[in-house]
């Protein structure tokens, strides 16, 4: 699933800069208004000073905002919003192939990409919005929850494709009877002895990855039954009628059935 690149740490020491700077300010500012009406001072402020000084401090508080809200926009402004269609499209049709996994009846577990907290991913909540969305059309089927796995590596990018064994099995022990796992971050990462290890049948998966890694091995080894793969760049240079086609043009389906083959 792509996402627009956004550089929060920027943005975050933009907004630093400028607290500090605004903190600064009313301080000063604060200082002005209340020595006036300090008895101590040799001269007291007349009433109409004191009310010129509360004026000109509100006033230019009111403009330090202006300026800031001004300066916020324009960088804000300066981060393309995403075309979320074809995300739509890959939350509806990923839908699609876990109820055929389902027969349009049972449980599923949802599996999504972990991502900062910092950074609001909205091409993810659409594409997961989509996919809730198309299920409930189904009467039959219930979402049971969505888990995310955990990375702390600070390096990271917002967005990490990661689907580790550890989490499989933990999702498998808190919801024995779940028929379909729908991962947006790739294949579980199973080994032979894992599998064994575990003893009891295996749900059925359908994944969605953006490069195809490790999908083979999933397939030959039943791990993996549907899996969505990226076509390449998201095209937005032609613009379908339907969501459907928004899919077509920029990802494709990928079973085990002998027309269909991994990457």
């Known amino acids: 699933m792509s996402s627009t690149k956004f ?58 905002i202006c300026a800031i809200s001004s ?5 804000w402004e300066r981060f393309p919003k995403p075309n979320l269609e074809p995300h739509l499209a890959l939350g509806q049709v990923m839908a699609e192939e876990t109820a055929k996994l389902l027969g349009d009846k049972g449980e599923v577990m949802v599996v999504t990409m972990y991502q900062k907290p910092e950074f609001k991913n909205t091409v993810a909540e659409a594409c997961l919005k989509a996919f809730r969305k198309t299920l409930s059309r189904k009467g039959g089927i219930t979402v049971l929850t969505t888990e995310t796995p955990r990375n702390e590596n600070p390096r990271m990018e917002s967005a990490i494709e990661e689907f580790p064994a550890s989490l499989f099995f933990s999702i498998l022990e808190k919801h024995p009877n779940i028929s379909v796992i729908a991962s947006f971050a790739g294949p579980p990462m199973l080994t032979d002895e894992e599998i064994a290890g575990w003893g009891k049948k295996l749900p059925k998966v359908v994944v969605y990855s953006t490069f195809g890694t490790g999908l083979k091995e999933c397939f030959d080894r039943e791990i993996v039954q549907v899996a969505i793969i990226r076509r390449g760049k998201i095209d937005m240079g032609k613009k379908p009628g339907t969501q459907r086609e928004w899919f077509d043009q920029n990802f494709e389906v990928v079973t085990t059935e002998p027309d269909s083959s991994p990457p």
């Open 7 to 64: 550089d929060g740490r920027k943005l975050v020491a933009l907004v630093d800069v400028i607290l500090d700077a605004v903190i600064s300010i009313f301080s000063a500012v604060y200082r002005m208004v209340t020595r006036s009406e300090r008895p101590s001072e040799p001269e007291v402020a007349s009433d109409a000073k004191k009310k010129k000084r509360r004026i000109i401090a509100t006033v230019s508080i009111l403009a330090i």
């Open 71 to 75: 300066l916020f926009l324009t960088e």
